[in-house]
Nanobody, 125 residues
Framework: QVQLVESGGGLVQPGGSLRLSCAAS????????IGWFRQAPGKEREGVSC????????YYVDSVRGRFTISRDNAKNLVYLQMNSLKPEDTGVYYC??????????????????WGQGTQVTVSS
C-alpha cells in the first residue's frame, strides 16, 4: 500500500523559508517520479517541482525556479522541497505525489497515481 506523508508546512512571512518533507513508502520499484503540487483556493492544482529516482534532472514551474529546490534521499525514501524567498502567491496546500514508473511529463497531475493528504503553506505578513 503506497503511502505519502507530507510535513513542514506552516505560516511564514513574505521573504521567509520553509522546507517540506515527503515520506514515501509502499512501492517496490526503484524507478519512480515524485512531484510537489500546490492548490490555492479557487484555483487548479499546479505542478511546482518534480524529480526522478534515477536521474539528476529536476523540474520547476517558472514561478518558483531559482527560489525552490527539490531533493531526495533515496535511502530514506524522503523527498524535500526547500522553499526560499516565499511570496504570498505561494500560499496553498502542497501535495506530494508519486508515479512508480517512468512518466514523460512529471509536472502534470495526470501523470501521477498516488497522492498525500497535503500540508498547508501560508505566506502572509
Amino acid at each position: 500500500q503506497v503511502q505519502l506523508v507530507e510535513s513542514g508546512g506552516g505560516l511564514v512571512q513574505p521573504g521567509g523559508s520553509l522546507r517540506l518533507s515527503c515520506a514515501a513508502s509502499g512501492f517496490t520499484t526503484d524507478y519512480y517520479a515524485i512531484g510537489w503540487f500546490r492548490q490555492a483556493p479557487g484555483k487548479e492544482r499546479e505542478g511546482v517541482s518534480c524529480i526522478r529516482s534515477r536521474a539528476t534532472s529536476t523540474y520547476y514551474v517558472d514561478s518558483v525556479r531559482g527560489r525552490f529546490t527539490i531533493s531526495r534521499d533515496n535511502a530514506k525514501n524522503l523527498v524535500y522541497l526547500q522553499m526560499n524567498s516565499l511570496k504570498p502567491e505561494d500560499t496553498g496546500v502542497y501535495y506530494c505525489t508519486v508515479a512508480p514508473r517512468y512518466i514523460s511529463n512529471c509536472l502534470s497531475a495526470w501523470s501521477y497515481d498516488y497522492w498525500g493528504q497535503g500540508t498547508q503553506v501560508t505566506v502572509s505578513s
